[in-house]
């Protein structure tokens, strides 16, 4: 069963910029796309970002100009550079194996959920 572990959030004042990462367990990592989601009390969760295995990348409109999604297969690793940060984008944050869908805004998560990273943004 593949695992994943989210890191890299915390407190940030708005405009600032945090870089979190997801490291994957398992194998054949490189071969599936990786989403990262975030999710507010009381709301669905959400997609901010994807990439595939051929490395397109999606994002939501939201993020788009501020977020930069990466990945580096040989570490089962992928990132999240969030810059330009508002009170907003405060959320638990997790990553998930994804896949896309008909609807560009709709990656369909695989895996069972991280524990996610929180990532608070207020002055």
């Known amino acids: 069963q593949v695992q994943l572990a989210e890191s890299g959030g915390g407190l940030v004042q708005p405009g600032g910029s945090l870089r979190l990462s997801c490291v994957a367990s398992?194998?054949?990592?490189?071969?599936?796309?990786m989403g990262w989601y975030r999710q507010v009390p009381g709301k669905q969760r959400e997609l901010v970002a994807a990439i595939s295995s051929g490395g397109n990348i999606h994002y939501a409109d939201f993020v788009k100009g501020r977020f930069t999604i990466s990945r580096d297969n040989a570490k089962n690793t992928v990132y999240l550079q969030m810059n330009s940060l508002k009170p907003e984008d405060t959320a638990v944050y997790y990553c998930?194996?994804?896949?896309?869908?008909?609807?560009?805004?709709?990656?369909?998560?695989?895996?069972?959920w991280g524990q996610g990273t929180q990532v608070t943004v207020s002055s």
């Open positions: 998930n194996r994804a896949s896309p869908t008909t609807v560009q805004s709709i990656w369909l998560a695989l895996l069972p």
């Open positions: 398992g194998s054949m990592f490189s071969h599936y796309a």
